[in-house]
């Protein structure tokens, strides 16, 4: 039974450490950045014994090579291709447009929603006032 988790758990941890270099073999580079050639691999070494109380220890090595980070994959991972362009004046403008329409649009909601709040206050209060005189008439009624 610990044989079984110890190499399912092996091969667990040798799937995730190849994820990396899956990922790093199909991205594609962006319109300003440069292919160079994939950077050298660092090797990774893990043993796992496990012991039953019957049989002698098992040994389970397992050997991954996990992708090296040089300073030109870093870069062009943290820069975006077009995000980071400064914005046109028409694009500044039309940004302040949008964001005025959506100050408007959260202010008319806010007084609906007030208009709407007050409006059930006084229609508890008529309802509570009609329950009085509901109350009264069926009081009066009743000493006769």
């Known amino acids: 039974m610990t044989t079984t988790f110890a190499a ?18 199909n991205s594609q580079p962006g319109p300003s950045a440069t292919q160079d050639a994939p950077p050298a691999a660092a090797q990774t070494t893990t043993t796992t014994t496990t012991t039953q ?6 040994a389970v090595t397992i ?10 994959t870093d870069a062009r991972e943290t820069a975006a291709p077009d ?10 403008r039309d940004q302040r447009e949008e964001q005025k329409q959506q100050e408007k649009s959260a202010n008319a909601d806010a007084k609906a929603q007030k208009h709407e ?8 209060k008529a309802l509570k006032q009609q329950n009085k005189s509901t109350e009264a008439t069926e009081k009066g009624n009743s000493g006769y």
Request: no cysteine; glycine share 6%.
């Open 8 to 25: 399912v758990l092996g091969s667990l941890i040798v799937f995730g450490l190849s994820l990396p270099l899956a990922a790093q073999s």
């Open 53 to 58: 109380s019957s049989a002698a220890p098992a």
């Open 63 to 72: 050997d991954t090579a996990a992708p090296a980070m040089s300073a030109d």
């Open 83 to 92: 995000t980071n362009a400064p914005m046109t004046r028409g694009e500044m």
């Open 117 to 124: 709040a007050k409006a059930a206050k006084e229609d508890a």
